[in-house]
């Protein structure tokens, strides 16, 4: 059953992931006519990502932290056991990320909702783009974690 | 070094699913998508534009796919014919097929999309954008499933 | 051989459907008869990474076949689609594309069930 809950997981981290990066590329575009894959994938509404980035981004956390026990439980004292203590050290930065980033949610939320477009442009910038990487690193080490130790 | 190709593989099917998953929600729906919702901007996307994306990372994923397959063959298979988890590798057997059968299937889709004198063929293009689909989450939720039991070395 | 006078009196068009058409329509049959049949044109031995044509003792592992599988049905359905005149598909009912490649994924559930047998 963990398993499952695991592929949830992950099945919610994907369209995060998609949703925020559609989002955070977007937020760096100058408006020009989108004609390649690349500009067409960043030629979106970004504030129509907010709630959607926000919502996902809160379940796939709730999902991470069910699937957390288990991860403690069965792969990460096997990953002391076989030494790979560097894995760890990831697992260990993915936590703190996910909990930093859901932090800077609600200013995320105020910056794209709330706040015009036309001001505060950098603050967006650079808060979209935070989460990015951390929803980013988080999927990434996930599947190297994954990789070594699943959890079934 | 497999573990390097995996995640590769892993964030090519990504990529890949968000492409199909977009192109196969605007292609099957029957009435106008709900501009402020998220599944209405999920789906309200110029399908046609994402033809060339599928097919090319479908080619490179499957590339990736078949490179990493002899780790697969030598390490997972027979932890799990040992472990008498033969579901799990029945469910690889068909993910290879399927990815196969995806492969053959390309030059099909491509061309219900792509070419322009076709564009009478509508039906055609849904049923092979939807088998293409199916073939996608399929792989890519076996592959999950597999790598959750055993991972590449 | 392809018909010279079919290839010439058909739009580029056609003949790009023709061929697609043809190659989405042998692989999967090809593929299934391969797979069904165990055929393989050559065997890879990942534990030692070498081909062979023939089958070897045990010391050199497990053998793959899938990708002399993958290697054929791309040949086979890449001939086809070059030598079928395109005439002979002008009539074809477009809806196979999508038909037999579906009756192939049937077929491989189906045949994969032989691991619930175990």
Redesign the interface.
Same mark, same amino acid.
């Given at each position: 059953m963990i398993a499952f809950w695991d592929v949830l997981h992950a099945i919610f981290a994907m369209l995060l992931l998609g949703a925020v990066t559609h989002q955070g590329l977007s937020v760096w575009r100058k408006p020009a006519p989108a004609r390649a894959f690349i500009d067409r994938f960043r030629a979106v509404n970004g504030p129509g990502y907010a709630n959607a980035v926000v919502v996902l981004y809160l379940v796939t956390f709730a999902l991470g932290c069910y699937i957390y026990p288990p991860y403690v439980l069965d792969v990460k004292s096997s990953l002391f056991a076989a030494g790979l203590s560097g894995q760890v050290g990831l697992f260990q930065i993915k936590e703190h990320v996910a909990v930093v980033a859901l932090a800077l949610l609600p200013v995320y939320w105020h910056y794209w909702r709330t706040v015009p477009l036309t001001e505060d442009t950098g603050i967006r910038r650079f808060v979209t783009t935070v989460i990015m990487v951390a929803v980013w690193w988080n999927l990434v080490v996930g599947h190297i974690l994954n990789n070594t130790k699943g959890l079934v | 070094m497999s /573990?390097v190709l *995996? &995640?590769t593989h892993?964030?090519v099917a990504?990529a890949l &699913?968000?492409a199909i998953t977009h192109q196969v929600l605007a292609l099957w729906r029957t009435a106008p998508a709900t501009p $402020?919702t998220?599944f209405g901007?999920l789906r309200n996307v110029r399908a046609g534009?994402y033809a060339?994306?599928v097919a090319i990372l479908y080619a490179i994923d499957f590339l990736l796919g078949?490179i990493i397959?002899?780790?697969y063959?030598?390490e997972v298979?027979?932890y799990l014919e040992n472990a008498?988890l033969? =579901?799990a590798?029945?469910?690889f057997?068909?993910k290879?097929?399927?990815a196969?059968?995806g492969?053959?299937?390309?030059?099909?889709?491509? *061309?219900?999309w792509k070419?322009?004198?076709?564009t009478n063929?509508s /039906?055609?293009r849904k049923?092979?954008t939807l088998?293409l689909a199916?073939?996608i989450w399929w792989n890519f939720?076996v592959g999950?499933?597999l $790598? $959750? =039991?055993?991972?590449?070395p | 051989m392809a018909d010279p006078q079919s290839t010439l009196s058909r739009s580029p068009s056609e003949r790009l459907f023709s061929a697609l058409t043809v190659f989405s329509l042998v692989f999967p049959v090809v593929y299934v008869v391969l797979y069904y049949n165990e055929l393989a044109l050559f065997r890879f031995y990942p534990l030692v990474g070498e081909l062979h044509l023939n089958i070897q003792p045990t010391t050199f592992g497990p053998a793959m076949i899938y990708y002399g599988w993958i290697i054929v049905s791309t040949f086979a359905a890449a001939v086809a689609a070059a030598v079928v005149p395109s005439r002979w598909t002008a009539h074809l009912w477009a809806g196979w594309s999508w038909l037999v490649p579906a009756f192939a994924t049937l077929f491989t559930f189906i045949y994969e069930t032989r691991w619930l047998l175990h």
């Open positions: - | /573990t *995996l &995640i892993g964030l990504v &699913i968000g $402020n998220f901007r534009s060339d994306a078949a397959y002899a780790s063959r030598l298979r027979p008498d033969y =579901i590798a029945g469910s057997e068909t290879e097929h399927l196969a059968l492969l053959g299937l390309l030059p099909a889709y491509w *061309l219900f070419a322009p004198a076709l063929h /039906t055609e049923y092979v088998l199916f073939y939720l999950h499933v $790598n $959750n =039991i055993h991972g590449l | -």
